[in-house]
């Protein structure tokens, strides 16, 4: 009777694994929800499109910038925050 319960058992391992559903990269879901996700695509449509990265140059300042500026104000937001108090 033993052998009947493993038998019908379910499997130990999963058939269809939670990563096959994200991002192919761990930082592709935070890309997204960037505030600077229309830059980012900006950036690599210009690339994909010229084959030059010298030409897509004020697409990757647009980025850049717009990085600093999110930075910068999750700086402000978590400047009263402390890890030791």
Known sequence: ???????????????????AASPPYP???RIAD???FP?????????????DKSKCQQQFDDYKECKKREREARLE?????????
Do not use: V
């Open 34 to 36: 960037s505030d600077c």
């Open 77 to 85: 937001r978590n400047k009263g925050r402390s890890l030791f108090g």
């Open 1 to 19: 009777m033993a052998t009947a319960k493993a038998a019908t058992a379910p499997p130990t391992h999963r058939a269809s694994s939670p990563a």
């Open 39 to 51: 830059q980012y695509t900006a950036s690599l449509k210009c690339l994909e499109a010229n084959q």
């Open 27 to 29: 930082s592709a879901a």
